[in-house]
T-cell receptor, first 113, second 116 residues
């Protein structure tokens, strides 16, 4: 079942602009991860943020996590045409079944050159 | 090094036929996962293997679905008597053993299954 909900469902921006995607989830988590998917095939891991972390950076990516609101955001700065893809948040919960990733529905990002 | 590989990349089959999908995980990864991505249901967990432990099959949608992992490496997902609703992209992932703080999973390119 889907745990996360991303918004917006689709986002179209000009190259060089920043893109912000949001994710909400329902249950307690161990960590939250963001993945990218090109052309409906394999997923590429972008970043993992643990439940005791509030912000994490990786290159042009910035992720925040608010466990009180059960929400996360992914910011891509200075976007490029190559960033065009679908972005998914996924959570791993604590305890039994903690290895399982529960995905949101994704945000489809289009970066226009 | 080599990533997760899956075969075939595309499979078209007729309703009622059996299909086998294969996954080769990254060498040294003892954890292996199968997920399914379909238009209606999004990305769903199917099954998890960790070393020699009994697999977690809690995500398999029906008893027509089964999976095995031989020798702790290659895995095969079998769908018997395929139905049109089985049409989806089947994704395999592998990882190092899960730690208490969670882990990154490495995904293969997927197998697109179309049931006519």
């Amino acid at each position: 079942s889907q745990q996360g909900e991303e918004d917006p469902q689709a986002l179209s921006i000009q190259e060089g602009e920043n893109a912000t995607m949001n994710c909400s989830y329902k249950t307690s988590i161990n960590n939250l991860q963001w993945y990218r998917q090109n052309s409906g095939r394999g997923l590429v891991h972008l970043i993992l943020i643990r439940s005791n972390e509030r912000e994490k950076h990786s290159g042009r990516l910035r992720v925040t996590l608010d466990t009180s609101k059960k929400s996360s955001s992914l910011l891509i700065t200075a976007s490029r045409a190559a960033d065009t893809a679908s972005y998914f948040c996924a959570t791993q919960r604590s305890g039994a079944g903690s290895y399982q990733l529960t995905f949101g529905k994704g945000t489809k990002l289009s970066v226009i050159p | 090094g080599a990533g997760v590989s899956q075969s075939p990349s595309n499979k078209v089959t007729e309703k009622g036929k059996d299909v086998e999908l294969r996954c080769d995980p990254i060498s040294g990864h003892t954890a292996l996962y199968w997920y399914r991505q379909s238009l209606g249901q999004g990305l769903e967990f199917l099954i998890y293997f960790q070393g020699n432990s009994a697999p977690d099959k809690s995500g398999l949608p029906s008893d027509r679905f089964s999976a095995e992992r031989t020798g702790g490496s290659v895995s095969t997902l079998t769908i018997q008597r395929t139905q049109q609703e089985d049409s989806a992209v089947y994704l395999c992932a592998s990882s190092i053993p899960t730690s208490g703080s969670g882990n990154e999973q490495f995904f293969g390119p997927g197998t697109r299954l179309t049931v006519l």
